[in-house]
């Protein structure tokens, strides 16, 4: 080979290479950024929806109560079945002896109400109601403050469920075994209605605003012995 | 909606206890364990290590017999609202997770479970030594659980707990208030567990504030004091006696102070 020609190859190697690199780096610029948006992707997919699928389990009411047909059948209204104890404490969801008058024997058609009376009615087995609205155990929490002092709705704290045909799912927090209403639906934490979510913040939010004891030395914000127990 | 703030009238609960009454007999210590839930082990030998909200403490005047005297003392949490009545009491001032806190509106200092976690600057702030740290996870005897109170949340272990002054009844007062139509409790309405426990009614508890309270004329007798005054915790604990050591006792005085003390007092 002359030297001519070796230098001609040289060049036309390195150009060669030159090129190779130039379309190398493309690649290599595509492929990242394609694991960036299925990286973004499969993470966005944890974030969303697998990881609030494995932080939260579900669980069965007993059976299935419409609100709404019973509102019609009942003289008292929500009281019939949710009322204040002569000693200012509330009822909180029923037991069984605001339903046997009607129930000591199946009326409709519905598996739900053959569940209920052979199951519960027969044996006086009260029925374990899972309560959606439940606060830990260190919370105070007093209806008649809200209902009867403030004059508040139900709905504000816990939408429509009055009017509702059917229970909600049960939804818990697999750690700390709390009820996703605490929280709320929304794994971000965002809230549209006053009811979407029950935290110490949604409480205070609203006794900040209609300064409720706000006598904390610590915060100057409301004192912990109001909601604590 | 009404505002609460403007139509309640700040109240500062506090105890008189009249130790020429007390006998000693544990009623309150008890009344109060099984009140609020308080964790006991088989074994409660060593009191270090043993939780008792209130504790009656045996105060003797130190001569030799005939002369020896005896007193009973009877020590809730003192729920100190310092000078001015600020609300910084020693244990408030140090706890760095705002666990406890001080209500302006009843001037009880309060204990957050939840919050806590066991760092016990409190205890050592406290100069009555009401706090006392949880080093195991309660164990009730078998079945016990059940009878626990549902209005008192139970604690575990790491965190510190004291006397509430029965805090879960003011709230289950207000909750009877509130239905009944009213925003203030009557004095009969919020009384702690030992104060009804006491079969000599030694124990008198109300607003110190308020003169239709009977503490309100019990705790300006000549004869009341209070539990190392000279801190200016300004507690809300008072005591009577009729006798000087006992009165003289209150306080860590030294032994040449005792004379002085005492003039000043009247």
Known sequence: MSASEEKAKEVSAEAAGHGADTSKEQNTTGIVFIFFVVGLAASLLAGWIVFPKVLYSQKQQPFDFNHQSHMEMVDNGCQSCHFFREDGTFSGAPKLAQCIDCHEYVQGGSEDETIFVEQYVANYHEVPWLIYAKQPPCVFFSHAAHVNGAGMDCGTCHGDIGNSTSLPVYEYNVITSYSRNIWGKNIAGFKKNTWDRMKMDDCSECHQKNDVKQYSVQTEKGACFVCHK | ?266
């Open chain 2, 1 to 266: 909606m009404e505002k609460g703030h403007n139509n309640t009238t700040t109240k500062r609960y506090g105890m008189v206890i009249d130790l020429d009454k007390c006998t000693g007999c544990g009623s309150c210590m008890v009344a109060c364990m099984q009140e609020n839930n308080v964790p006991f082990k088989k074994d409660e030998t060593d009191k270090i290590k043993s939780i008792t909200w209130l504790r009656v403490y045996k105060l003797n005047n130190g001569k030799p017999y005939p002369d020896t005297e005896i007193c009973y003392l009877p020590r809730p949490c003192q729920h100190c609202s310092g000078v001015g009545d600020h609300g910084h009491s020693p244990c408030v001032s140090v706890c760095p997770a705002t666990a406890t806190d001080y209500g302006m509106d009843t001037g009880i200092v309060s204990q957050i479970y939840t919050r806590c976690f066991g760092c016990r600057y409190c205890m050592a702030a406290c100069p009555y030594h009401v706090r006392y740290f949880n080093w195991w996870d309660p164990v009730w005897p078998k079945g016990m659980e059940k009878s626990l109170s549902p209005n008192v949340s139970v604690r575990m272990r790491g965190v510190v707990e004291k006397c509430s002054f029965c805090f879960h009844r003011y709230q289950l007062a207000m909750d009877r208030a509130f239905f009944e139509g009213r925003k203030e409790i009557e004095e009969h309405e919020y009384q702690t567990a030992c104060t009804q426990a006491c079969p000599s009614k030694s124990i008198t508890f109300g607003d110190l504030n308020n003169p239709k309270h009977a503490v309100y004329e019990l705790k300006q007798s000549p004869n009341a004091f209070r539990l190392l005054e000279r801190l200016h915790t300004n507690t809300k604990v008072y005591y009577v006696s009729s006798k000087e050591w006992v009165r003289m006792a209150g306080d860590n005085y030294l032994k040449d102070e005792h004379k002085e003390m005492a003039r000043a007092k009247g």
